[in-house]
């Protein structure tokens, strides 16, 4: 079974960059069978996608946060990263990293869809 | 990319069934097999229960089950528990490697 474990700075100054890493055990970063995403959780609110990757680097982003997000994945390490940059209060909540499976149906790969292995989850506040 | 639509709060006694509602469009819910419910107790990380509109995960008691009528997906939770007591969101693919969640619904067991 996989798991998951965000890491990262838990606070971050109005502006700069916000860089998380999610460390995979359990089953290898550079399989098939997965996509590599990050959600987050603003406190008392919703769940939302941020981005998938796939091991080979490919990225699907948020069209909302595009702008600001760096996401990358090191299979050397078995780990992938959240880069978000120019933050702002806004942007404060628990941030989890997780995995999306990936199948093979009907003569196709399927798309990212479904998360099932999260993180525990990582709090990030912005402040000064 | 709207956030999918969801009530704020269900409730219902124990023994009961409910039902939470996930509202979309034809980009999303009504447009693709993938919907996907994830529960979520306080201070803890989502958990999985259903996926594929109505496939559940190895683990999950088959009292909870999904559903999809055009663009409105729905689970079903039957002989509620108060340990059913959580937050409920809604997950969708929408097409071109995007996916969306729906605002959560707070589900009570009086």
């Known amino acids: 079974q996989l798991q998951l474990q965000e890491s990262g700075p838990g606070l971050v100054k109005p502006s700069e960059t916000l860089s998380l890493t999610c460390t995979v055990s359990g089953g290898s970063i550079s399989s098939s069978s997965y996509y590599w995403g990050w959600i987050r959780q603003p406190p008392g609110k919703s769940l939302e996608w941020i981005g998938n990757?796939?091991?080979?680097?490919?990225?699907y982003y948020n069209p909302s946060l595009k702008s600001r997000v760096t996401i990358a994945v090191d299979t050397s390490r078995n780990q992938f990263s959240l880069r978000l940059s120019s933050v702002t209060a806004a942007d404060t909540a628990v941030y989890y990293c997780?995995?999306?499976?990936?199948?093979?149906?009907?003569?196709?790969?399927?798309?990212?869809?479904?998360?099932?292995?999260w993180g525990q989850g990582a709090l990030v506040t912005v402040s000064s | 990319q709207s956030a999918l639509t969801q009530p704020r709060s269900v409730s219902g006694s124990p023994g009961q069934s409910v039902t939470v509602s996930c509202t979309g469009s034809g980009s999303d819910v009504g447009g693709y097999n993938y919907v996907s419910w994830h529960q979520q107790h306080p201070g803890k990380a989502p958990k999985l229960i259903i996926y594929d509109v109505s496939k559940r995960p190895s683990g999950v008691p088959d009292r909870f089950s999904g559903s999809r009528s055009g663009n409105t997906a729905s689970l079903t939770i039957s002989g509620l528990q108060a340990e059913d007591e959580a937050d409920y969101y809604c997950c969708s693919y929408a097409g071109s490697y995007t996916m969306v969640f729906g605002g959560g619904t707070k589900l009570t067991v009086l």
């Open positions: 997780a995995s999306n499976r990936r199948d093979y149906i009907w003569g196709s790969y399927t798309p990212p869809r479904t998360f099932d292995y």
């Open positions: 990757i796939f091991y080979t680097g490919s990225t």
